[in-house]
């Protein structure tokens, strides 16, 4: 058990395409909006669905966090709910570019202690 | 057979603890993710990669994110959407600490027709039981203090005197 408590890395460190980790980054900060306004407005899956004209099943799918939204859906829930979808998408870029920016810190850092 | 619980990832809003087979070389959600890598792709496990972590990382667990297995909704028991006919299931403790591991590809309408699927299910559902029923313990605990959970071919725990005296003798 100690080597495995020992092990470095796992496969969750595996590294991801860009493309890839900003689309997941921008599905997971979409739905988190939804699921907060749900929160705020005291309404489960269920209402919501009805409210859209959806099945449960698929406001599910919205919600999971690996959904490939089409803007025709997010301007609909956009409308009905209020939510403004760009601000999921400048969180995603500014907490991206803030990571950048941190790395390239550290970096510099560290060729400053070499020098 | 012998199981650890064994913490396998941390971020800043969650921990992901898995199941650990005595005798394995990789836990239990580390087998599945390859399998499930080879069976649907690169692009496939690259999007579940970025979606755990995203969890660890940013939102935490949140229950509305996940499959409902139609079980008792004090059992937690859940699977990850997403990931086609592959099943990741899941104990969900708080909206911070689950248990993920793998399952398989359903190749049944339910679960319950396939021994595979249904052990995976009962093992967390007597993980799930042994801490409702004895709220000294959390996943925590028992991860750090490496204790073996012994269960039966039917998913039900075995041992849970021997766990219950290692955790009060502190061993």
């Not at chain 2, 005798?23 to 390859?34: R, T, V």
Request: proline letters at 1%; glycine letters at 6%.
């Amino acid at each position: 058990m100690e080597a495995k408590k020992n092990r470095r890395t796992n496969l969750l460190d595996t590294h991801i395409p860009k493309d890839i980790s900003r689309y997941i980054d921008f599905s997971i900060m979409i739905s988190e909006m939804i699921l907060q306004k749900l929160d705020e407005l005291g309404i489960n899956k269920r209402e919501f669905a009805r409210s859209l004209g959806k099945k449960e099943s698929q406001i599910s799918e919205w919600l999971s966090g690996m959904h490939n939204f089409t803007l025709k859906t997010l301007a609909e829930i956009s409308l009905k709910y209020d939510l403004d979808f760009s601000e999921a998408f400048r969180l995603t870029l500014s907490k991206s570019k803030e990571k950048k920016q941190h790395a390239i810190a550290q970096k510099t850092d560290q060729i400053q202690i070499h020098l | 057979m012998k199981f650890k619980i064994f913490r396998y990832s941390q971020g800043s809003k969650g921990v992901i603890y898995t199941l650990w087979k005595e005798g394995d070389e990789l836990p239990e959600l580390e087998n599945a993710l390859l399998e499930y890598k080879e069976i649907r792709g690169e692009r496939y496990f690259y999007e579940l990669i970025a979606f755990i972590r995203g969890m660890c990382e940013k939102t935490g667990f949140r229950v509305e994110r996940f499959r409902d297995e139609n079980l008792t909704w004090k059992d937690g028991i859940y699977a990850l959407r997403g990931t086609a006919e592959y099943r990741f299931y899941l104990y969900h403790n708080s909206s911070e600490r689950i248990i993920l591991t793998g399952g398989g590809v359903k190749t049944t309408k339910l679960f319950q027709e396939d021994p595979k699927l249904l052990f995976v299910v009962n093992c967390l559902k007597s993980v799930s039981k042994l801490l409702r029923d004895h709220p000294e313990l959390n996943l925590k605990l028992l991860s750090d203090s490496e204790i073996d959970l012994d269960f039966t071919w039917s998913g039900e725990l075995s041992n849970i005197d021997e766990i219950l005296e290692k955790i009060t003798n502190g061993s």
